[in-house]
């Protein structure tokens, strides 16, 4: 499976729609772009070519989603 069938996998889980989804390829293509952000893709990452610049990137993503960035705490539903 191709990331876009995972991610469409991943986004029909109820348990799993609120994880953050990065999309790390080495796509540029606009459809693909437009396709993962429709789809519920939180970033899309185009894979540098250079093995040392993809660990930066990967690093980069990392930091962002584990230091960063503030998610929302979860919604628990009241029981009536």
Known sequence: ????????????????????????TSSRQDKDIEACYHIGANAFVVKPVDFHDFLTAVGTVGNFWGRINEPPKPFIKEES
């Open 1 to 24: 499976r191709n990331g876009i069938e995972v991610l469409t996998e991943i986004r029909r889980n109820e348990s799993m729609q609120d994880l953050p989804v990065v999309i790390v």
